[in-house]
């Protein structure tokens, strides 16, 4: 199989990466966690990030095969829609989405048309699955913990963890969402931690803690050594233990009642009222 050519793509206002993944040789492209740009006070959505992303694949000429989410993010909606409609890709995530719809389904109180399905995506995954793209072999592992659908995708010596994972001096993901956990996150690291030590890692996020210049990629070998969460000789107990207590101080991310609304349904926006308005649903305590 072919090594891949990787592109990478910041979002400054969620602190995400996005991922452009081709095989030199045939041009066929994968997409990996794309964004939208939104403006949550005045609630508006704008496709500037995503045109970029759409603008170099059509430089390079490529064709875009695929669209791999690697969970439903909570912190910023996804273009995979968006770019669907540009490309005719197909859209790719983790078998059990199908119970993060389920809940948050009844959360928001969506039914009919309006809530999630499996059918919005075009593909679910499971640990084990290999797509192929031109020369290109992806490879699914199942890490969930952070939510239930998240995988990380190998492709030869490149793995692209999602939230399971950040960089060494920021830890790993919490743990505190609905069907979170913290002991099945341990071990689903413990499955990407088992890759060869010289494999790159692709992060999802950077928050430059610190203040230090932004990161996106690390090896097995430097997680392993100096993860300040989950590095050698930290136990399933201990990781449980911090874990728990971490997540219990964390605030709730800004996005999350927007983001999930719409990236369980794979980018799809809410269907539009008579009058031709789309409505977010936000629901709040009683008192």
């Not at 199942?142 to 399971?164: K, L, M, Q, R, W």
């Not at 809410?270 to 308005?277: A, I, K, L, R, Y």
Request: net charge negative; aromatic share 8%.
């Amino acid at each position: 199989m072919s090594a891949p050519i990787i592109e990478s793509f910041f979002d400054p206002a969620s602190f995400s990466l996005t991922y452009l993944v081709y095989d030199q040789a045939s041009r066929q492209a994968i997409v990996i966690d794309p964004v939208l740009d939104f403006d949550a006070a005045a609630m508006r959505i704008d496709t500037h990030s995503a045109q970029k992303l759409l603008d170099l694949i059509k430089q390079k000429q490529l064709t875009l095969s695929w669209i791999f989410e690697t969970h439903v993010h909570a912190d910023h909606l996804t273009a995979a829609h968006w770019l669907k409609r540009q490309t005719n890709a197909s859209i790719a995530i983790g078998e059990n989405i199908s119970q993060v719809q389920a809940t948050f389904n009844q959360l928001f109180e969506l039914t009919g048309d309006d809530a999630g399905a499996s059918q919005h995506f075009d593909r679910l995954l499971k640990d084990g699955d290999t797509i192929e793209v031109g020369g290109l072999q992806i490879n699914v592992l199942a890490t969930p913990g952070h939510t239930p659908s998240c995988c990380t995708y190998v492709i030869g010596e490149n793995a692209f963890v999602g939230d399971t994972i950040f960089m060494p001096d920021f830890g790993t993901a919490r743990c505190d969402f609905p069907s979170g956990d913290a002991r099945q996150l341990y071990r689903s690291l413990q499955k990407t931690l088992a890759l060869k030590p010289e494999t790159q890692l692709y992060m999802c996020h950077d928050y430059m803690p610190g203040g230090r210049e932004l990161r996106w990629q690390t090896t097995v070998a430097e997680q392993k050594a100096d993860n300040i969460h989950i590095r050698d000789g930290i136990s399933e107990e201990q990781f449980v233990a911090m874990r728990t207590e971490r997540d219990s101080q964390l605030p709730v991310p800004k996005l999350i009642l927007p983001a999930l609304q719409i990236n369980m349904r794979a980018g799809r926006l809410p269907n539009v009222s008579e009058q031709g308005t789309a409505f977010l649903k936000l629901p709040i305590n009683r008192f």
